[in-house]
């Protein structure tokens, strides 16, 4: 997933950061609001990790927004109609702040501190729910890819990929039929300021290929890559 953490605590939002990069997602990290608000305008991602305790900051250029910290970034977002999930951390624990979060537009939350166990499970539960899957497991053809377990089987039997092929993998297994540009698929890869390999997609997916059989992944020249029939063009 190609996620958006806003943060001001550096400790903490640097080992989240590290964390979530192990799991093979792309991480970008925002430590104020006026960032957050910038961030969100101009870029999309799958989710938003959102601090409430947050200073407004404040870049030039950036979207003006009505302070309020991470309610005031979420109610921002969604008076745009962005639907993007959001799921709240908070160091308070009252049940007015959780309620506010929620009726904010959030989609779910986390108390500080929690276990990142924790946070994983609810990233993909929320994840899910947006998506319209009831199902944690993506299966097309004999290849089953299961999130959770991180765990990819072929017809049954279980292969090895490293974080990166399964981030590939996963992004074309989430919409069977649609042609994934190389730039949507690296945008899944990478978060700001990481060095982009200039080939590493089409090396990942010739990984991926040699693993699950050429036919699986079909590639249109000059279009991206699909996983089942592509059902048209691509977005
Ligand atoms: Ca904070």
Known sequence: MRLLLVEDDRLIGDVLRSALR???HAVDWVRDAAAARSALAGERFDLVLLDLGLPEG???GSP???GGGGLGVLSWLRGRRDATPVIVLTARDGPGDRVAGLDG?????LVKPFDLDEL??????????HSGRAQTALQHGGVRLDPATRQVTLDGAPLLLSAREFAVLQALMERPGAMLSRAQIEDRLYGWGDAVESNAVPVYIHQLRRKLGSGFIRNVRGLGYCVGDAAGSPE
């Open 22 to 24: 192990l799991e093979g």
């Open 58 to 60: 404040g870049t030039p």
């Open 64 to 66: 003006a927004g009505g």
């Open 105 to 109: 537009g959030a989609d779910d939350y």
């Open 120 to 129: 994983s499970a609810r990233m993909r539960a929320v994840q899910r729910r």
